[in-house]
């Protein structure tokens, strides 16, 4: 893992000039340095040989503490500066990265809960990387090198025996931060996949409740729990063992110019000045590296998230059409769909769909009934074969133009805190009430009632109702259904039945069934085989 990522540079514009700004700081905390060491040196040395009184030692005050001030001016502007970039790079970053994970769409390589965790808590831990793991990583290459500048014409073997010390701990910072890299990646990686079982389990909370299931992902949200907290606890251990380390080194240096200096201060070969002079400067020396190693742990959490982001970030996106969208029939072509990381085919479909036709997709759990209807919206992209509209391949329509003419109501359709009709609104511009009135939504309720968020306050088969508005609403020529009455009695199936007859009258409808009922509304049922099934 790399000090200063060049790829943040690019990404985030705001690091630019935070750095352009720190690199100025950090030459004028360096100048401020040495001045305020050069001022204590003489003045003890005023008062400690020839008796100085306090007013032959005003203008040496004077400027004293006109140079403590300016260090707190620079210690002020670099917290300010830090804490503004940090939010320009940190907004930059989730803009991006949410505008590819959208551009990816099924594509993406990191999974939702991964993706989540990255944009929140991942993104956030940039804060300590800017406020205190930068400027100190600015300092350390610039205080050390203006330092030996001021010492080399004073006392060239202390400025000698400081350049010969200060690489080790450099040297130790990579051998730790080797090991300390690997740990902290596994920390975030282990931390994603926390959030995205955690996710997974509260969103099939209910069924899991239902068949008895959720004690057992209980236990595995504890197991997995326990090792996060291990691996932290690990990952604490290290740092502190590496702060120590490098202090131990920091320490035994400084000791080292320490005793040179006092051996040749009493021989006589040096001053009293110019030893109080590198006594002083020394440990400033060496501070700014001990400090890298110190906020390097703060900050490792946020580098290895930005680096999970640059990698996202460099993630091809596929080539997108620019043909208008067509009409007519809809083609697949020996389509076969594969996911990384899954054994098997998602999909593998030949089939024709006419115009004005209404067609079932059947078929156990797995056999690809949703991944048809991706592939049609085209959030997935076939490994082989391909889809056409009227003879027109998918994949060179533009996409935007493509969904434009589609309607589609998945099985877990998304509502948000609102009333219902701003709900139903997602679907288009349009008469509301119409389209609410013809999936029977104000039987159970009124337009103006307020949802929760995620449509709290309405049964699975009332949100349904409020997908199929959204269609009749956007009044598409092509209306996909997966599985609209999934989870549903039979009661409420029957009424949201009701509402896809009215909605399929002169559309192209494709359905994802299970229920002979809903099967029964179709023209033409295709069976698609499972994938275990399936030769390779």
Same mark, same amino acid.
């Given at each position: 893992m790399r000090p200063l990522d060049p790829r943040l540079l690019r990404y985030a514009r705001s690091a630019r000039a935070y750095l352009a700004v720190t690199v100025a700081l950090g030459v004028a905390l360096a100048a401020l340095i040495v001045a305020q060491a050069t001022l204590l040196a003489y003045g003890i040395t005023a008062v400690f040989l020839h008796g100085a009184d306090a007013a032959a030692l005003a203008p040496v005050l004077g400027w004293l503490a006109v140079v403590v001030a300016g260090r707190c001016l620079v210690a002020w502007a670099q917290e300010v500066t830090a804490v503004r970039c940090a939010a320009g790079a940190k907004s930059e970053l989730r803009r991006l990265v949410l505008a590819r994970l959208a551009a990816l769409g099924a594509?993406?390589?990191?999974?939702?809960?991964?993706?989540?965790?990255?944009?929140?808590?991942?993104?956030?831990?940039?804060?300590?990387?800017?406020?205190?793991?930068?400027?100190?990583?600015?300092?350390?290459?610039?205080?050390?090198?203006?330092?030996?500048? %001021?010492?080399?014409?004073?006392?060239?073997?202390?400025?000698?025996?400081?350049?010969?010390?200060?690489?080790?701990?450099?040297?130790?910072?990579?051998?730790?931060?080797? /090991?300390?890299?690997?740990?902290?990646?596994?920390?975030?990686?282990?931390?994603?996949?926390?959030? /995205? /079982?955690?996710?997974?389990?509260?969103?099939?909370?209910?069924?899991?409740?239902?068949? &008895?299931?959720?004690?057992?992902?209980?236990?595995?949200?504890?197991?997995?729990?326990?090792?996060?907290?291990?691996?932290?606890? %690990?990952?604490?251990?290290?740092?502190?063992l590496s702060s120590l380390v490098l202090e131990l080194l920091a320490t035994l240096s400084v000791a080292l110019v320490a005793v040179g200096v006092g051996l040749r201060l009493v021989s006589g070969e040096l001053d009293l000045t110019t030893a109080l002079l590198v006594l002083i400067l020394a440990p400033e020396?060496?501070? @700014?590296?001990?400090?890298? &190693?110190?906020?390097?742990?703060? *900050?490792?959490?946020?580098?290895a998230a930005a680096a999970e982001a640059f990698e996202l970030l460099e993630t091809p996106v596929p080539a997108a059409g620019t043909a208008a969208a067509p009409d007519g029939a809809l083609v697949f072509e020996d389509v076969v769909v594969r996911y990384p990381g899954r054994d098997g085919d998602a999909l593998r479909l030949s089939a024709r769909i006419e115009p004005g036709e209404v067609v079932a997709l059947t078929g156990p759990?797995?056999?690809?009934?949703?991944?048809?209807?991706?592939?049609?919206?085209?959030?997935?992209?076939?490994?082989?074969?391909?889809?056409?509209? &009227?003879?027109?391949?998918?994949?060179?329509?533009? @996409?935007?133009?493509?969904?434009?003419?589609?309607?589609?109501?998945?099985?877990?359709?998304?509502?948000?805190?609102?009333?219902v009709d701003e709900n139903i609104a997602l679907g288009g511009a349009g008469d509301v009430a119409g389209a609410a009135r013809l999936?029977?939504?104000?039987?159970?309720?009124?337009?103006?009632?307020?949802? &929760?968020?995620?449509?709290?306050?309405? *049964?699975?088969?009332?949100?349904?109702?409020?997908?199929?508005?959204?269609?009749?609403?956007?009044?598409?020529?092509?209306?996909?259904?997966?599985?609209?009455?999934?989870?549903?009695?039979?009661?409420?199936?029957?009424?949201?039945?009701?509402?896809?007859?009215?909605?399929?009258?002169?559309?192209?409808?494709?359905?994802?069934?299970?229920?002979?009922?809903?099967?029964?509304?179709?023209?033409?049922?295709?069976?698609?085989?499972?994938?275990?099934?399936?030769?390779?």
């Open positions: 594509n993406r390589p990191a999974s939702t809960g991964a993706a989540v965790t990255l944009v929140t808590r991942g993104l956030d831990a940039l804060d300590a990387y800017f406020a205190r793991y930068l400027p100190q990583l600015v300092l350390a290459a610039l205080v050390p090198v203006i330092v030996l500048a %001021r010492l080399v014409p004073a006392d060239l073997i202390a400025a000698a025996t400081i350049a010969l010390t200060l690489p080790l701990i450099p040297v130790f910072m990579v051998l730790i931060g080797l /090991h300390t890299q690997a740990a902290n990646r596994r920390q975030f990686r282990l931390l994603a996949r926390l959030s /995205h /079982h955690f996710l997974d389990v509260v969103a099939g909370l209910p069924t899991l409740k239902l068949f &008895g299931r959720a004690r057992a992902q209980a236990d595995a949200i504890r197991r997995i729990s326990a090792d996060q907290r291990r691996l932290t606890m %690990r990952t604490l251990r290290t740092a502190f020396a060496y501070l @700014p590296l001990r400090q890298v &190693g110190a906020n390097y742990h703060a *900050s490792a959490e946020g580098l759990s797995g056999c690809g009934k949703s991944t048809a209807l991706a592939a049609l919206l085209g959030l997935v992209a076939p490994a082989s074969g391909r889809i056409t509209v &009227g003879g027109v391949p998918l994949a060179t329509v533009e @996409p935007g133009a493509w969904r434009a003419r589609i309607a589609w109501v998945p099985q877990r359709p998304h509502l948000f805190a609102g009333t999936a029977g939504v104000y039987g159970f309720t009124d337009g103006d009632a307020v949802l &929760g968020d995620d449509g709290t306050g309405l *049964s699975a088969g009332q949100r349904q109702r409020v997908a199929l508005a959204r269609a009749f609403l956007r009044d598409a020529p092509i209306v996909l259904l997966d599985e609209p009455t999934a989870n549903l009695d039979a009661g409420t199936a029957a009424g949201v039945m009701d509402a896809v007859r009215r909605l399929a009258r002169g559309r192209t409808v494709v359905i994802a069934a299970h229920r002979p009922e809903l099967i029964a509304l179709a023209d033409r049922v295709i069976s698609l085989a499972p994938a275990a099934a399936v030769p390779r």
